[in-house]
């Protein structure tokens, strides 16, 4: 066995404290350097509980793992031995105390770009002599420090984070006469074995081969053209593309935005931190303009102008974006979670800032966010890149954090929409998001029916959600084209994804239910859908200065009329109230809490005053629409409350529906169908914690939820 994996199995073995402190200056520095750690600086990409960090040293776990794989190796004493040293000191910069730490960085080591730091902390200490003075480093001293410094950097490469430059020092062990080229070569495939594989066997397997190509080119001293900024792109997003990211067809659109070539130049001779692991969830205009705030910055035209006067300041050759890594996440029980709270907030502080004003250094002024680009001066050489959030904004996202499926949560996030001014419809989901396209997913045979009621070659559905009502139609009808629009960005994304990974042939835009005829030619539209969607418009939207507004609703179906072609239907599948509306309930719990979310129900609710009158502790009566508008956000659950409490689910009665209808769209449109049913699926979820009854007190089925309504668009209007 390796005398490193010993030296480490001997330090896990379970010996007392004591005696690990009596033996402690015997083990080598590396060891103490790595256990001493009390934040090992690590990538979070493939962990899945930042708490579990806490309990365990990751770090010295992955070097375990390397020395491991090394020690399976068939390979000659000497390089076994050189590449046994190389692991084992490789990780050292992430070690250390803190104090330790902070004196490094004052002697000029590099912590933050870990292979560079560990090279240099293994020359201090190797080279030192008993006087406190360095010695010239011997040949095999070099050779490991040399592949220390480039530790892990043909990964990073294949993955876009480097240029190939960085790899050329290893040309240096042939021209010096150390190693012979079959050498290097042996050396070289192993310790990538090595590295890569300790952190995922199966990702040594799909790179095996190019690793093998880039140290043919390093051994050959082959000179190779690096990376285009298209593929170095591609390459930092390659999650994104396996996840369904269109590469091609979005980075062309940003090419017609703007010259994404020219001004993502100044990257080509740089090393790039931690990118896919800040920005995975970014999309891809998304990450350009972090990369343009970093180029643009007022620190980095200030380092340039200062290095067109001073020849001795070293220019940037690393940006880390480790700040932004560390910043995206947090624990959720128990499992790594994007702080999709931060992440919202950046998507809009990006959104707002164009092209032009990037590229000229300026700064928006807005209050509780921006962009912080920092250089220390011990580390003249590094640029770190993250979004500050102001003190209010950061403890209003840590109290939403923690105020998580709590009856406070609601009110949480709504103070963050009012702070930084979000849209609710658009921004209301935040850590259940991917629960929500799946349960939009999940509702299929609710929307299959719209299929009997299409007519035409072309249909718009408007607010796709996840995408379940476009699989239909492509399933069910390959001959229509089927077209997603929903104002969401976040949706639209998601979709696009799935469509470039499941090889789907709708399509989708980004576009507002109330102007469709900017996105389609008026007239061309066969089918307008709207499944489930008039009801969140008429309750997020504003119109005249309010939600809550039918006016909405009298809009969505006039922009839907202007793109729809003569003998078009527009179809309305939603939540419909009872008639008469007078008609009361009586409400009784069977859950000893169930009173208590009515009461809070009452209170948050923001789409009309709901009222009740309570008869005994579980027990209520109340109108009817008023009861079934309360259950409907009872039987989604706490997950959902926050979302749903912000909505009104049943918007008109049927003749009121019918009134909107006819005053909107007057005589150029019939009514092919109007009825209405009850949702599948709400009296078994209700059956075990109400009993719903009427006046008297008798056991009542619920009343009808939903509403089927066909409008056809007549191809002449009768004199």
């Given amino acids: 066995m390796l005398h490193a994996l010993e030296v480490i199995q001997r330090y896990k073995s379970g010996k007392t404290q004591q005696q690990h402190l009596q033996k402690e200056q015997q083990e080598p520095q590396w060891l103490q350097w790595l256990v001493a750690a009390e934040k090992p600086r690590i990538n979070l990409e493939r962990i899945h509980s930042i708490a ?26 000497w390089i076994r031995e050189l590449l046994e ?94 190693v012979t080229s079959g050498e290097l070569r042996i050396m070289l495939m192993a310790l990538n074995q090595c590295i890569i594989g300790a952190v995922d066997s199966g990702l040594w397997e799909q790179v095996q081969d190019e690793v093998e190509q880039i140290v043919d080119w390093i051994v050959s001293r082959t000179e190779h053209t ?55 969830d970014f999309s891809l205009e998304e990450m350009v303009k972090v990369f ?40 959720y029980k128990g499992v ?77 996030v709504l103070l963050l929409f009012d702070l930084f001014g979000l849209r609710r419809d658009a921004y209301d989901r935040f850590h259940n998001e991917e629960t929500y396209l799946s349960d939009m997913n999940s509702s299929g045979d609710y929307k299959k029916v719209l299929l009997d009621y299409m007519v035409g070659k072309r249909v718009l559905d408007i607010g796709p959600g996840g995408g379940v009502l476009l699989d239909l139609i492509e399933q069910e009808k390959p001959e229509v084209e089927a077209i997603g629009i929903d104002i969401s960005a976040n949706v639209i994304e998601a979709l696009e994804r799935k469509k470039q990974r499941e090889s789907h042939r ?53 922009s839907a009329f202007q793109v729809l072609s003569l003998g078009g239907r527009i179809l309305i599948r939603d939540g419909i109230m009872s008639e008469p509306e007078s008609q009361k309930r009586r409400i009784r719990f069977m859950e ?34 008023d009861a079934m508008e309360f259950l409907y956000t009872y039987t989604w659950g706490e997950e959902a409350y926050v979302h749903e409490v912000q909505e009104q689910f049943g918007i008109f009665t049927p003749q009121a529906y019918e009134k909107c209808i006819r005053d909107t769209l007057g005589e150029q449109v019939d009514i092919i169908m109007l009825r209405h049913f009850l949702q599948e699926g709400y009296t078994e979820a209700l059956a075990d914690r109400i009993i719903f009854m009427d006046e008297k007190g008798k056991p009542v089925s619920l009343p009808d939820s939903t509403c089927l309504i066909v409008i056809e668009k007549k191809r002449r209007v009768d004199a």
């Avoid at 040293?57 to 000659?76: C, F, I, K, P, W």
């Fill in 52 to 77: 579990e960090l806490q309990k365990t040293n990751a770090v010295l776990d992955y070097t375990e793992r390397t020395l491991h794989m090394l020690d399976g190796m068939q390979l000659s004493f």
């Fill in 85 to 178: 040293e190389v692991l084992a000191w490789s990780e050292t910069a992430k070690g250390g105390s803190l104090e330790q730490r902070r004196t490094w960085q004052q002697q000029g080591i590099n912590l933050f770009v870990h292979n560079i730091g560990s090279a240099q902390l293994y020359h201090r200490y190797t080279t030192e002599q008993e006087n406190g003075l360095e010695s010239a480093a011997s040949p095999r001293q070099e050779i490991i420090r040399i592949l220390i410094s480039t530790h892990g950097l043909i990964g990073q490469y294949i993955r876009g984070e480097i240029p190939y430059a960085e790899n050329t020092p290893l040309r240096a062990f042939i021209t010096e006469g150390w």
């Fill in 226 to 280: 690096d990376w285009s900024v298209k593929e170095r792109l591609s390459r930092l997003r390659s999650n994104s593309i396996q996840q369904g990211e269109a590469m091609d067809e979005t980075y062309a659109k940003l090419k017609q935005q703007f010259p994404v070539e020219q001004q993502l130049s100044a990257l080509a001779s740089r090393t790039l931190w931690y990118v896919e692991s800040a920005m995975r």
């Fill in 292 to 331: 343009l705030l970093a180029l643009h910055s007022e620190e980095w035209e200030k380092k340039m102008e200062g290095h067109s006067k001073d020849s001795s300041l070293t220019s940037i050759r690393h940006i880390s974006f480790e700040p932004l890594m560390n910043t995206m996440y947090y624990d």
């Fill in 336 to 412: 790594k979670k994007l702080n999709i709270y931060k992440k919202r907030m950046i998507e809009k502080y990006l959104e707002q800032y164009s092209w032009e004003q990037i590229t000229a250094g300026e700064q928006l002024p807005y209050p509780h966010l921006g962009h912080r680009i920092e250089r220390y001066p011990d580390l003249p050489d590094t640029l770190f890149v993250t979004f500050e959030f102001s003190p209010a904004a950061e403890k209003l996202i840590a109290f939403c954090i923690e105020a998580e499926k709590s009856p406070l949560y609601e009110q949480a």
């Fill in 506 to 558: 709708w399509h989708v835009m980004k576009g507002d239910a109330l102007q469709l005829n900017q996105y389609v030619e008026p007239g061309t539209v066969d089918t307008v859908i709207f499944s489930s969607i008039l009801h969140e418009l008429y309750s997020y939207i504003e119109r005249d200065g309010r939600r809550f507004n039918t006016d909405t609703v009298a809009a969505a179906l006039q």
């Fill in 592 to 625: 000893p809490d169930g009173l208590s979310w009515l009461e809070r129900y009452a209170t948050d609710f923001k789409g009309r005053g709901i009222s009740y009158e309570r008869l005994s502790d579980n027990e209520v009566i109340m109108p009817i629409n």
